[in-house]
């Protein structure tokens, strides 16, 4: 078996691991696919399934699951599957390339022109969103990761554009940026950047700009610390209303393999809830630096052990209230995690933390001691 086909193998067994988890019933098998239906507690109305291929080497089967993952964040939301999506999107096609399309609607583009300011604004943000979008996968701002983003961005192209109201494609590279290694860092490809960028596009328009529930839910927040930091969102929220179009549809083109969300018409309370909603995101991504807790464990979860992504919740007395703390650990400190709860010790956690709803999150792990 290939390289490529044993990393969609591996990819194909999460996915199956997740819908097993999380309660949905294996169906009939049809064409080589093996049909998955969804519990009752998730109310979806009709029919729905989701298929997963059973024999990987054929043809296509990166595609499949490429649209799984993406029907499976619809429901779950990014922060439950965003990385199993990411890596299913750099799997979907036998090419290493993606492109972001971007189609503007408005009086000003019925001819296929469009303002220059208009241009320029989205494009400034666009290449603003790259950059940042590949230092938040990254997950540092080291000089190293500052320069392997910088060269990301300037190796994207903006392509020919197609007549009627104006389209603007942006071509990215096939690029690693980085390695995985044996410090925990999973492998970061350019395709998974754009997977993750278009994310929280979909996000800011599905949810923010388009829907009217609100927005300081924890499940919520725990996408918007999934998809972006401050830098992030403040340039893809700009890339939408900076240009002043009525519409922008966006489309990621991975091979064959299409997603798409569009902003709707924007209004000016469309526009003023998406401001509204940066400010409240960036008073919760800033949060406070350095906090080190020490309590005891009260749950772990890890639903993809080769994954490097376990989840751990703590209970201890943070400014003299009893609080819950959850943070995401790595293969090493969850089994250091596990043997402390086995033994009912404490542990300490130390890193940067976001307050939410009813708990507190910690991110950019720096200490793990049991």
């Not at 492109?99 to 494009?123: C, H, K, M, Q, W």
């Not at 209303?241 to 469309?270: C, D, H, Q, W, Y």
């Not at 293969?331 to 939410?356: C, E, F, P, S």
């Amino acid at each position: 078996m290939s390289r490529r086909a044993d990393d969609i193998s591996v990819l194909a067994g999460k996915l199956r691991t997740f819908l097993n988890d999380a309660g949905w019933v294996e169906g009939r098998h049809i064409n080589g696919l093996q049909f998955y239906f969804p519990p009752q507690s998730l109310g979806i109305q009709g029919k729905y399934s989701v298929a997963l291929p059973d024999d990987v080497s054929r043809s296509g089967m990166g595609a499949i699951l490429h649209g799984a993952a993406d029907s499976l964040r619809e429901i779950y939301g990014y922060s439950s599957i965003g990385p199993l999506l990411d890596r299913a999107a750099a799997l979907s096609t036998e090419t290493s390339q993606a492109r972001f399309v971007s189609r503007f609607v408005d009086l000003s583009t019925r001819a296929g022109n469009i303002p220059l300011y208009a241009l320029g604004e989205y494009l400034t943000q666009l290449e603003k969103g790259l950059y940042n979008s590949a230092m938040f996968k990254l997950g540092g701002h080291d000089s190293k990761s500052r320069g392997l983003a910088q060269q990301f961005a300037k190796q994207c192209q903006f392509l020919q554009t197609r007549e009627g109201s104006f389209v603007a494609s942006v071509e990215v590279p096939s690029s690693v940026l980085r390695q995985g290694d044996l410090f925990g860092h999973d492998p970061v490809e350019s395709i998974q950047v754009c997977s993750s960028m278009f994310s929280a596009i979909n996000f800011l328009t599905d949810r923010v700009l388009n829907d009217a529930e609100r927005l300081d839910s924890d499940a919520a927040l725990a996408d918007a610390i999934a998809l972006f930091d401050v830098e992030l969102l403040d340039s893809l929220a700009k890339m939408i209303i900076a240009p002043s179009m009525r519409t922008i549809e966006f489309t990621l083109e991975v091979g064959t393999s299409l997603r798409t969300t569009s902003t709707g018409t924007i209004t000016n309370e469309k526009a003023d809830r998406l401001k509204e909603y940066v400010a409240f995101i960036k008073k919760h991504l800033r949060g406070e630096d350095d906090v080190a807790v020490t309590g005891s464990i009260v749950e772990l979860r890890s639903r993809d052990p080769a994954g490097n992504k376990n989840h751990i919740m703590v209970v201890t007395k943070y400014h003299g209230d009893r609080t819950f703390i959850s943070a995401t650990l790595n293969n090493d400190q969850y089994q250091q995690a596990v043997d402390a709860h086995k033994k009912k010790r404490m542990v300490t956690l130390r890193g940067n933390a976001i307050r939410l709803k009813t708990h507190i999150r910690m991110v950019d792990i720096t200490d793990f001691l049991t």
